[in-house]
Nanobody, 124 residues
Framework: VQLQACGGGLVQAGGSLRLSCAASGRTFSNYRMGWFRQAPGKEREFVAHISWRGATTYYADSLKGRFTISRDNAKNTAYLQMNSLKPEDTAVYYC??????????????????WGQGTLVTVSS
């Protein structure tokens, strides 16, 4: 499956953005989806995960209540709604997909496919 992330940009602190991850090439509903981010000089970190049909979601503890992951299987797209953004949310955001059940959805190495990343910059 090919993944294309978009929706990043420059936003002021307190603002919102919605990222999209469009999938093509395979049946989208066969894939669990995750969002990760990587700030300059830091390791890639887990943001959120959603199950095949969207019934189950997981979030990084520090982001609960501000970020929401969702998906629309009819549109082959996953989303990440980000509210109350802070300067520390500045990073390149990546979407990722995996077709099998995984042991730990927080580990980047568990995912099989990755999008190219979209930059989110939050100004203070």
């Amino acid at each position: 499956v090919q993944l294309q992330a978009c929706g990043g940009g420059l936003v002021q602190a307190g603002g919102s953005l919605r990222l999209s991850c469009a999938a093509s090439g395979r049946t989208f509903s066969n894939y669990r989806m995750g969002w990760f981010r990587q700030a300059p000089g830091k390791e890639r970190e887990f943001v959120a995960h959603i199950s095949w049909r969207g019934a189950t979601t997981y979030y990084a503890d520090s982001l609960k209540g501000r970020f929401t992951i969702s998906r629309d299987n009819a549109k082959n797209t996953a989303y990440l709604q980000m509210n109350s953004l802070k300067p520390e949310d500045t990073a390149v955001y990546y979407c990722a997909a995996v077709s099998r059940s995984i042991a730990n959805y927080m580990f980047p190495r568990e995912y099989e496919y990755w999008g190219q990343g979209t930059l989110v910059t939050v100004s203070s």
